[in-house]
């Protein structure tokens, strides 16, 4: 289109790189602070110069929400693209902020119908994202800190592994009243049933075997020093772990009550068998979002799912590979529902049956699943209509033949 402006910015924490492009020349080169001041210069300057569309290297954060509040058209373009098409317009291999920028500017212009334009998705949608995204970061740092604990007891003191996780909560109630096995010491099954009942232990293994279990346990040989310093580390690895072990049940409840008031629940939740399971329909509408026109076919959900292979040819070689560049969060939901609805859905048991009879081990297998669960879900998601097994083609096919 002649005279479209578009523009690029090079995005970072402190300062951004704008640079406006017409006709393949870049007519403004300036800075903006990250503050509210730049952000809403830049929000203005552009829409005062009628730019028709912005490319930048993120696809959420504050800035890129105040230019689609500006009302400008926001594209998503992922850094390795933007490295890809730096040699488009240089032939030295050299990397600058002010030069990403007119990359960028450029991609808008000449390439825009192969990028996604972002669309804000509703409240309620945000709201769950932040949830769901901050409690798998707290779940991340939980799963680094309990191998750490584990670790240190496997070190000096096996005995103390006595329970089914190391980082749930009785069992750090536990390491933090005996830290070490000099304060183990004389504990018999009187004491630790006391213990078990102070801590509300809901387990069903009783006093008298857990007590059997220390005893059976490797005896550490550390003298007294390192076992002075490992029974500090212990300390400090259980107080580390005991508030981020609360947040998580924290947010798990709140994205409990997140999830029951989102509108898209009713089309997630019939997908598991139970009606509680709360985390993973919840991660799916977070990041799948509430914008219909985001994914315009289930092509387009299961390659952002990262359930479609990326496929290879050059002259006779013709193979598939693993997707690398997907949302990586919903990947793992995708992954996850397949995984779980394998033991009784009778249409996802057979659809893995099938596909390991074919020579693809687990994660392939699990793959394969989670590409047919995207055509379900696609369609309910698109035709906002919940999961219905009686609306479910392949599964009535396969009832019909008696699977």
Known sequence: MAGTRTAGIDWASEAHEVCISEEGRATQRFSVTHEERGILELAARLTRLRVARVAIERPDGVLVERLLAAGLEVLAIHPNQVKAARARYAVAHGKSDRFDAYVLAELARTDAH??????????????????????????????????????????????????????????????????????????GAGRMAAFLTRNSYSGRTDAAELVGRIKAAPQGTAGPEEQRARRA?????????????????????????????????????PLFRDPKTAICPATLIAEIGDCRGRYPTEAA????????????????????????????????????????????????????RGARARGQDHPHAIRTLGRA???????????????????????????TAGG
């Open 233 to 269: 580390v212990v300390l400090g690895l259980v107080a580390a772990l005991t508030p981020i072990v609360a947040q998580i049940a924290e947010l798990s409840a709140q994205i409990r009550s997140a999830l029951a008031a989102h509108p898209d629940a009713a089309i997630f939740r």
């Open 301 to 352: 959900l299961a390659a952002d799912a990262g359930m479609s292979p990326v496929a290879l040819e050059s002259g006779k070689l013709r193979v598939a590979t693993f997707r690398r560049a997907c949302d990586k969060r919903l990947r793992s939901a995708v992954a996850t529902l397949a995984d779980t609805t394998r033991h009784w859905h009778p249409w996802a048991k057979e659809v893995y």
């Open 114 to 187: 192969r990028f996604r334009v972002l669309v804000p998705d509703g409240d309620q949608t945000k709201a769950l994202r932040a949830l769901t995204r901050a409690r798998e970061d707290l779940v991340g740092a939980r799963v680094e800190l309990a191998n750490q604990l584990r670790a240190q007891l496997g070190a000096f003191w096996p005995g103390a592994l006595i329970f089914a996780e190391v980082d749930s909560p009785i069992s750090l109630a536990f390491l933090k009243r005996y830290p070490s096995p000099a304060e183990a010491k004389g504990l």
């Open 373 to 399: 669960w995207i055509r379900v879900l696609w369609r309910c998601w698109r035709d906002e209509v919940p999961y219905d097994p009686r609306r479910h083609g392949n599964f009535n096919r396969l009832q």
